[in-house]
C-alpha cells in the first residue's frame, strides 16, 4: 500500500499512505488543500492523527495498551512509578545508577520557592484543586526560565506532589507538611498529604503499592483530550510550564479526568436515592437528558479498557487487605452488570474506563474525593512531558487546525438606528 486515490469533482488525487509499526494506517494528507482546495472535516477529531508518535500504542478493538513497546499489564505489576516516567520521558527503562540518579534528582527538586505558598493564601477555601494545580504550575514558569529545559523536566516531576499535596493540606485549613528527602516518591506524596506537624504519617505497604500503580496506569495515554492540548498549546513554543498548565485544565473536565469524581458523585447519588441503578440507567439512556453513565464509554478502547481491568481487581484486593467495606463498590458493581446487559450500551459498545473503579480504589485509600482528578494529573504528568519533548525535538509544525465556515455570506452594514 502506497497511495490512496481520492475523486474529487471528477478528478483523482492521490495521497501517500503511512505504515506505522503496528501496522496501522494513515492517509497523509498533509497536501489536500494545496492539490484539491478542500479540507478534512473530522469534529473530535475521531479520525486525525495530528501526529507521528514513538510513545505509547493502543489497540482500542483489543484492548492493548502499551508505554514504549512494554505492555501495561507488565509494567502494573512489575514496574515503580518513577521506572515508568524515565521510560516515557527518555525512551528507556532505567537501569540501576540511573534510576539512583534520577530519584536523586527528583528528590532534590521538591520544595516549592517559599514565595509560592503566599499564593496559596489567595485562593478561598472552596478553590477547585485542579484550579488550584493549574495556577501554582504555570506560575512555576515565572521562577525558572525556559531556556533551562531538561532541569525543568526535573523540577516539575519533582514539584507537582509538593503542590498537590500543599493544595489539599490548604482546602482543609492545615499547617503544610513539607517533603523529606528520606522518603520515595509516592511514601513523600503521601507524607506531604496526611502527615501533621505533631505526627509522622507511617505508609501502609498496601497503600503506596496500588497508589504506585494507579499513576502508572494513569502515566500516558497518547493523543487523548489533555495530551492534545499539550501538543496544540506547546506547538506555539510555550514553556513546559505554562504548557502542561494548559493540559491540567482540559484534564479537569468530566468528560475526561473529572469523571473520576463525576463517578463517586453518581454512585452515591444512586445511594442516596434508595439504590435503584434502573432509574439511572434509563436516565442515561433518554437522549433528552444529559445525563451520561460516568466511566462508561471511551473513545478509543470498544471491548473493554485493560486499565479499568487491573484497577477493578486491585479495588478488590485493597479493601479485603485493609479490612474495609465500601457499599459504592457493591452498587458499582451492580450498575456495570445491569449495563453490560443492555442493548442500549451493548449496541454502542459502551464499557467501564480506567474512571469507573479509581475512584473507589482512592477512597480505599483514604483519599479525599476532590483531589482525585489531581491524583490522575499527577500520574499523567509523565506522558504530558513526553509528548511535549517529543515534539520539540521532531520540530514540530504549530498546530493550526481550520475549519467548515457555515456563518452568514458577506452582508451590509446596518446603523444602528435600523437594527
Ligand atoms: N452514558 C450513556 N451514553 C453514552 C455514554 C455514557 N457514558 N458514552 C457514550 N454514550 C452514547 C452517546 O450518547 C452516543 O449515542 P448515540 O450514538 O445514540 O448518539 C454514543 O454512545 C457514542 O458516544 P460519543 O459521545 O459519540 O462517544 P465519544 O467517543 O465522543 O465519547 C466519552 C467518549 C466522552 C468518554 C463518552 O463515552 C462519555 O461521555 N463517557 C462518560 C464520561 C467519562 O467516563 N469520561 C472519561 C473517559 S476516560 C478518560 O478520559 C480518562
Known sequence: MSAATLVLNGTSYDFPVIVGSEKEVGIDIGRL????????????????GSCKSAITYIDGEKGILRYRGYRIEELAAKASFLEVTHLLVYGTLPTAGELRRFTRQLTEHTLLH???????????????????????VASLSTYYPDTQVDLNIIRLLAKLKTIAAFSYKKSIGQPFVYPRNDLGFVADFLHMMFAVPSEPYDVPDVVHKALDMLLILHADHEQNC??????????????????VSSGVCALAGPLHGGANVAVIRMLEAIRDDGGDHSKFIAKAKDKSDPFRLMGFGHRVYKNFDPRARLIKEAT??????LGREDPLLDIAKRLERIALEDEYFIARRLYPNLDFYSGILYRAMGLPT????VLFALGRLPGWIAHWKEMREMHGRLHRPRQIYTGHTERAWIPIDQR
Open 226 to 243: 489533555s495530551t492534545s492540548t499539550v501538543r496544540m498549546v506547546g506547538s506555539s513554543g510555550t514553556d513546559l510550564f505554562s504548557t
Open 370 to 373: 476532590d483531589m482525585f482528578t
Open 33 to 48: 488543500r494545496a492539490t484539491t482546495g478542500a479540507i478534512a472535516l473530522d469534529p473530535g477529531y475521531g479520525n486525525t
Open 114 to 136: 517559599e514565595d509560592m505558598k503566599k499564593f496559596y493564601e489567595g485562593f478561598p477555601p472552596s478553590a477547585r484543586p485542579m484550579s488550584v494545580l493549574s495556577t501554582m
Open 316 to 321: 478488590d484486593r485493597v479493601l479485603s487487605l
